[in-house]
């Protein structure tokens, strides 16, 4: 029996492939009709790391994370996550490397006519696992979110940051390894941006998922940069002597090229003058 496990080929495979980066860029470029949407982008993400994508509207933010994703085709240059190649994949492969990812869309984008319970475990559903353990699955899931209370309501029913917070827990319910947070605080007011903030530190401190988040708002950022979360009293809180998360590194986008690549420290010293314009 034991030398079974060890003979299993996928425990000698999947550690060394864990310690990988687990997203690399490598002089990626695309261009939609003639328009250079991204040039020559290079950058790493290591395994639990969280990377935040900031820059004006129109850089590249959305159209670099549906490339990690595999949604859309880079023109050159190579992207690897997982440690695989997912540039020349084929659509089945990328089916299987995605069933790792978690995507958390700006718009929510759930599915209204039908209930959370059921928006929430769409992935459960389409992997055939049974009824009963696919409810206890959403239910820890909204437990996660604090949103058990709504899994029988349907989405027109819920506030934007409660929908914000379903579409959380749709990402995380398969236990991803890597995260994608379009702007998930986009069009929701500040309270309630800080509770969704909350969340994505939740999932980097307690689970230490990989991840990267696009967002519009610095403050989003500098409070992930500058907090923790506390699991005994579920709330997060400042890093003790005004320390900074090291988890925490930024990307810094703008028409199509990376500004800054590089941590908290890096950014806030930075003596760029577009990125001091930016920052302030
Ligand atoms: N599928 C597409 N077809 C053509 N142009 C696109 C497409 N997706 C994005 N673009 C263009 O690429 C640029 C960058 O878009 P996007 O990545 O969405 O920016 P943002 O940084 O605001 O997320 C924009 O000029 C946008 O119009
Ligand atoms: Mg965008």
């Known amino acids: 029996m034991a030398e079974d496990l060890l003979t299993r080929d996928d425990v000698h495979q999947d550690q060394p492939v864990e310690r990988d980066p687990v997203?690399?860029?490598?002089?990626?470029s695309i261009t939609f009709d003639v328009k250079p949407v991204l040039e020559d982008i290079s950058f790493t993400v290591a395994h639990g790391e969280t990377r935040i994508i900031l820059g004006?509207?129109?850089?590249?933010?959305?159209?670099?994370?549906?490339?990690?994703?595999?949604?859309?085709?880079?023109?050159?240059?190579?992207?690897?996550?997982?440690?695989?190649?997912?540039?020349?994949?084929?659509?089945?492969?990328?089916?299987k490397l995605r069933a790792r990812i978690g995507m958390v869309f700006q718009e929510s984008a759930l599915f209204d006519s039908i209930s959370v319970e059921d928006n929430v475990a769409y992935r459960l559903h389409e992997d055939l696992v049974p009824e009963e353990e696919a409810h206890d699955r959403v239910v820890e899931a909204l437990r996660f979110v604090g949103l058990e209370q709504a899994i029988a309501k349907f989405p027109p029913e819920l506030s934007g940051g409660m929908r914000r917070r379903v579409s959380i827990a749709r990402a995380i319910i398969s236990q991803p390894d890597l995260i994608l947070y379009d702007s998930p605080t986009g069009g929701l007011d500040p309270i309630?941006?800080?509770?969704?903030?909350?969340?994505?530190?939740?999932?980097?401190?307690?689970?230490?998922?990989?991840?990267?988040m696009i967002t519009h708002r610095l403050q989003d950022a500098f409070t992930l940069a500058m907090n923790r979360f506390n699991p005994e009293t579920e709330k997060m809180e400042p890093l003790p002597d005004g320390g900074i998360d090291e988890s925490?590194?930024?990307?810094?986008?703008?028409?199509?090229?990376?500004?800054?690549?590089?941590?908290?420290?890096?950014?806030?010293?930075?003596?760029?003058p577009w990125l001091r314009q930016f920052l302030s």
Do not use: W
Not at 192 to 212: G, P
């Open 248 to 272: 925490t590194k930024f990307l810094v986008l703008n028409e199509g090229r990376v500004v800054f690549d590089g941590n908290t420290r890096e950014l806030v010293r930075s003596d760029d």
């Open 23 to 28: 997203v690399v860029f490598d002089n990626v």
């Open 56 to 95: 004006p509207a129109g850089g590249g933010k959305s159209v670099l994370m549906k490339l990690a994703d595999g949604l859309l085709k880079a023109d050159s240059g190579t992207i690897h996550v997982f440690g695989q190649d997912i540039t020349r994949m084929p659509e089945t492969e990328l089916f």
């Open 192 to 212: 309630t941006s800080t509770t969704i903030i909350e969340l994505v530190m939740k999932q980097r401190d307690v689970s230490h998922t990989t991840s990267l």
